[in-house]
């Protein structure tokens, strides 16, 4: 833990972006961020190497106290510019926010407030929109299918392997108690697709989920949006994911769990490339 993190001065909440060739978006990103009110925020964004003027575009940010500019070197894939960025959080609470994607006004003083109201509260997540290239909505209020109540992170956790697919949403949708994300090792690096999806679980573990039922951000499927890549492997790390799950957490995840989760993970992965294979010209 950095020592920052330990002063009274540091904020509630750190906002941090790895970044990574988002220069097409990424001012859109910070200023959805930076307008948020109600918060005491810091914003720390880490830049991946980029090919294009990412960096210029936060550059450009940086007279606003609450905005760091770090650099990854090249290597290490997105777990690395994650951790990366992650490590400098000082805030009590943090959400990452992808480089293309945009927060809704109000999301951050509500999802602070809803982890401060309930003890034991370690994670919550919103409905998100998901939005082409071009920010036309491709489906709206997604997301938190079975999770629309609070519970102990451990059925959230049972909830998510069953349903084969991510209910919690991409990491603009989701804000977690800070030191509950280090005491569970970070981000999971082990299922690259799922990256964020095991890391809420490995958190949840420790404490209790709490929803945002409003739309608190968007999602954007694009070319440049990293998850696309690796589309095809998305299935065998859903199945993976829900193995590691068992193996390690039994008493949470059962082997009925798994069989259910991992249908249901092979249908949404076939579904999940047809609608890229469909909405491919929408994502450029």
Request: glycine share 8%; with cysteine.
């Amino acid at each position: 833990m950095n020592a920052a993190a330990e002063s009274s001065d540091a904020p509630q909440l750190s906002v941090v972006v790895p970044a990574y060739n988002n220069g097409r978006y990424i001012g859109e990103t910070i200023e959805s961020i930076l307008q948020q009110e109600g918060v005491d925020l810091e914003l720390i964004v880490a830049d991946h190497t980029s090919a294009d003027d990412t960096r210029a575009v936060v550059e450009t940010y940086l007279d606003d106290p609450r905005v760091t500019l770090l650099d990854t070197p090249a290597g290490g894939g997105a777990p690395a510019n994650w951790g990366r960025v992650t490590d400098e959080a000082t805030g009590t609470y943090v959400k990452l926010v992808c480089g293309d994607d945009i927060l809704r006004p109000g999301v951050l003083a509500r999802q602070v407030a809803l982890l401060e109201s309930r003890p034991g509260a370690v994670l919550t997540a919103c409905r998100r929109d998901v939005i082409d290239a071009s920010g036309r909505t491709l489906i709206a209020g997604r997301g938190l299918q079975g999770l629309d109540r609070p519970m102990p992170g451990r059925d959230a956790v049972r909830q998510c392997v069953r349903a084969g697919i991510n209910p919690f949403g991409e990491p603009a949708s989701v804000t977690m108690r800070r030191d509950a994300l280090e005491q569970a090792g970070g981000w999971f690096p082990d299922f690259p697709y799922l990256i964020d999806q095991a890391s809420y679980a490995r958190v949840l573990l420790l404490g209790d989920f709490v929803p945002d039922d409003e739309v608190g951000a968007t999602f954007r499927m694009s070319n440049e949006q990293w998850s696309v890549a690796l589309v095809k492997d998305q299935s065998s790390q859903a199945h993976g994911f829900h193995r590691w799950m068992h193996e390690h957490h039994p008493e949470t995840v059962s082997a009925s769990d798994v069989r259910i989760g991992n249908l249901r993970a092979s249908l949404a992965a076939r579904a999940r490339r047809l609608a890229y294979a469909v909405l491919q010209r929408r994502m450029r």
